[in-house]
Nanobody
Framework: QVQLAESGGGSVQAGDSLRLSCVAS????????MGWFRQAPGKEREFVTY?????????YGDSVKGRFTISRDSAKDTTVYLQMNGLKPEDTAVYYC???????????????????WGQGTQVTVSS
């Protein structure tokens, strides 16, 4: 089993920045492919970003391109970050990190491709 724990969420003003962290633990964990998703009340879970085991490639949902950046901690194989700049009220959601337990993931925009999920962290952006 792999456990994922997100942190770093909070309440901010439009235009502010936040950095979310996702720490993995459990069975032997390597640099697996990781994804971030978000879910707003009454909406489906939405793909935010993806990073492969090596850090390349990465990909982003259209709504966050140019504002969000995913990265891996070079010193800690178990930690992935989501830097969110220029936050907008429409970014308000619960953010989840997830992994498939594989090095690459072909259908990384599909939430059903991921086997392990964190509990989520709330991000609230007010105008």
């Amino acid at each position: 089993q792999v456990q994922l724990a997100e942190s770093g969420g909070g309440s901010v003003q439009a235009g502010d920045s936040l950095r979310l962290s996702c720490v993995a633990s459990g069975r032997t964990f390597s640099k697996y492919a990781m994804g971030w998703f978000r879910q707003a009340p009454g909406k489906e879970r939405e793909f935010v970003t993806y990073i492969s085991w090596s850090g390349r490639p990465t990909d982003y949902g259209d709504s966050v391109k140019g504002r969000f950046t995913i990265s891996r901690d070079s010193a800690k194989d178990t930690t992935v970050y989501l830097q969110m700049n220029g936050l907008k009220p429409e970014d308000t959601a619960v953010y989840y990190c997830a992994t498939s337990g594989t090095f690459h993931l072909k259908s990384y925009k599909d939430a059903t491709s991921y086997s392990y999920w964190g509990q989520g962290t709330q991000v609230t952006v007010s105008s």
